[in-house]
């Protein structure tokens, strides 16, 4: 078992990355982190999807939190998980920008004892990748983690499709990478475009970038489609076939409707045995099992 994370943490750190849109990284991250809190674990969210953001004149932290839940937006998701918990997140908490800041001491909010989370603010939209300075970027959010890393077990980091900035700075964060992956044939480009990107980076930063291994999770599929089916097979037997994950997600109506409620738990607060909740816990199972955290 691994004692310690790539990045030389006790913490361990688990994003959710693929660059299309939509392929269900915000709902599995969610349940990821869920499962952490469900074993025990002490988790730290962190929201580096720019398109949660919205612009805001009056406030820094630009949160649109009208569309959490129901658009896939993390940060609104665990605002409103810490309103019904009782739980106030202060106008000054760290928000997502602020891991690349050496002068931003802020702290992430919690939503329930063993939960906090950082909320994305559009900064993280606007920044642009330059190789000169993210080796310095770099540095700056390992020793903010190193910091969170004495409050927190796990990280789950939520990434978005769109600006690479953050999508590199989760990737050279992490220990593991998940890729959802519905059964689109676009999906799979999605994945080739994110390796391109990738390795492109590393070939201009050069050794301090370690790639964190890539897990694809096969989600939404629908097995009375044959071509999701035929989807699933080419995708285990093609180039990715190594990185795809030994579990499946199915398109299942209550995993669209969880939220701020764990697919695995029914409103009463008892443990769903559906095959929803079943097929969702046996991913978490899994993507835990990768960083070395049993449960
Ligand atoms: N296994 C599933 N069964 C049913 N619905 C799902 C499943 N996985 C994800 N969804 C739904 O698919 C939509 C896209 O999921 P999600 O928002 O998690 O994707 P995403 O990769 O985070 O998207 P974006 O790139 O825009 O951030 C959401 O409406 C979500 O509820
Ligand atoms: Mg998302």
Known sequence: MQIHSNIGLKMKVIAFAIQKGGQGKTKTALHAGYWGLEIGQRVLFVDLDPQN??????????????????????????????????????????????????????????????????????????????VNTFRKKLQIARKKFEEYAKDFDVCIIDTGPGNIYPLILAMSLADQVIAPCTMDDNAIAGLDSLTANLLE?????????????????????????????????????????????????????????SSTRAVWRTQRGETSSSVAAQEMVDACKCIYSLVGLEG
């Open 201 to 257: 980076v590393r070939r201009q930063i050069g050794a301090e970038f370690n790639l964190a291994p890539l897990g694809i999770l096969p989600n939404r599929i629908n097995r009375t489609r044959a071509r999701h089916m035929q989807s699933l097979n080419l995708l285990r037997e093609s180039a990715w076939g190594n990185h795809v994950l030994p579990v499946e997600l199915y398109d299942r109506g209550a995993i669209e409707e």
């Open 53 to 130: 953001a919205k612009t805001n004149l009056n406030s820094e932290s630009l949160i649109d939190t009208e569309s959490s839940a129901a658009v896939g937006n993390l940060s609104g998701t665990l605002r409103d998980l810490a309103r019904s918990n009782g739980f106030d997140v202060p106008d000054d908490a760290a928000v997502a920008s602020g891991i690349i800041d050496e002068n931003d001491h802020r702290k992430p909010a919690y939503f329930e004892e063993n939960g906090a989370f950082i909320q994305v603010d559009s900064r993280l939209a606007s920044l642009n990748f330059d």
